[in-house]
């Protein structure tokens, strides 16, 4: 089990489109699902920290008027990027942790990843 | 802040042989979780191997084993008998109780037949 799945898995729009990725736990509830935006080359980058039922807690220079990120349930959380320039175009990248009862603290948890997003704005 | 580093852009490796990827981390934690991911071209984010800090025992998991040096600080990847799959890019990652996780740049393994 710990299945994330991540939709589209590829995307191209036009500059000044909005762009909604969706990220689902297929086979366990979590709580807490993270966004991660890749450049080429380069590593993983933390955009925000989706909590469900409340506000995402964004990293340090990630607009989240740009980035908006809705958590409405235990199993998805979306993405969307608003007003989307060329600059956006990158792979986004999002993860999971299991909820497992009381066995410890859940960042004891391993991350499961979606298989990823590439967006390309032109 | 917590900060990862793995010092080799790009590593080779010969078919069958056994090679090793360094990272090192800087935290002031003494509880926290460090993690081997490869990446293949796909792009899929693939655990590979973790370790618990409060565990002295280095984990391994087949060909894959890890060096843990908690008071270095030190965390290296050790594949054994190479294959044509291990070839991808590998990234070190820490975890702590703030939730988040914090990635290496990267190595990019390259396996020759």
């Known amino acids: 089990g710990a299945v994330v799945s991540q939709h589209p898995s590829w995307v191209i729009c036009k500059s000044g489109t909005s762009v909604k990725i969706e990220c689902r736990s297929l086979d366990f509830q979590a709580t807490t699902m993270f966004w991660y935006r890749q450049f080429p080359k380069q590593s993983l980058m933390l955009m925000a920290t989706?909590?469900?039922?409340?506000?995402?807690?964004?990293e340090q220079g990630v607009e989240k008027d740009k980035f908006l990120i809705n958590h409405a349930s235990l199993t998805l959380s979306t993405l969307t990027v608003t007003s989307a320039h060329p600059e956006d175009s990158s792979f986004y990248i999002c993860?999971?942790?299991?909820?497992?009862?009381?066995?410890?603290?859940?960042?004891?948890?391993?991350?499961?990843f979606g298989d990823g997003t590439r967006l390309s704005i032109l | 802040a917590q900060t990862v580093t793995q010092s080799q852009p790009e590593m080779s490796v010969q078919e069958a042989e056994t090679v090793t990827l360094s990272c090192t981390y800087d935290?002031?934690?003494?509880?926290?979780?460090l993690f081997w991911y490869k990446q293949p071209p796909s792009r899929q984010m693939i655990l590979v191997i973790r370790?618990?800090?409060?565990?002295?025992q280095n984990a391994t998991e087949n060909r894959f084993s890890v060096n843990f040096q908690k008071a270095a600080k030190s965390f290296s990847l050790k594949i054994s008998d190479s294959q044509l799959g291990d070839a991808a890019m590998y990234f070190c990652a820490y975890r702590s109780g703030n939730n988040d996780m914090r990635f290496g740049a990267g190595t990019r393994l390259t396996v020759k037949p």
């Open positions: 993860s999971a942790s299991k909820i497992i009862g009381t066995a410890g603290p859940m960042w004891h948890q391993p991350q499961h």
């Open positions: 935290t002031s934690e003494s509880d926290y979780y």
């Open positions: 370790q618990e800090a409060y565990k002295q």
């Open positions: 989706s909590n469900e039922g409340s506000k995402a807690t964004y």
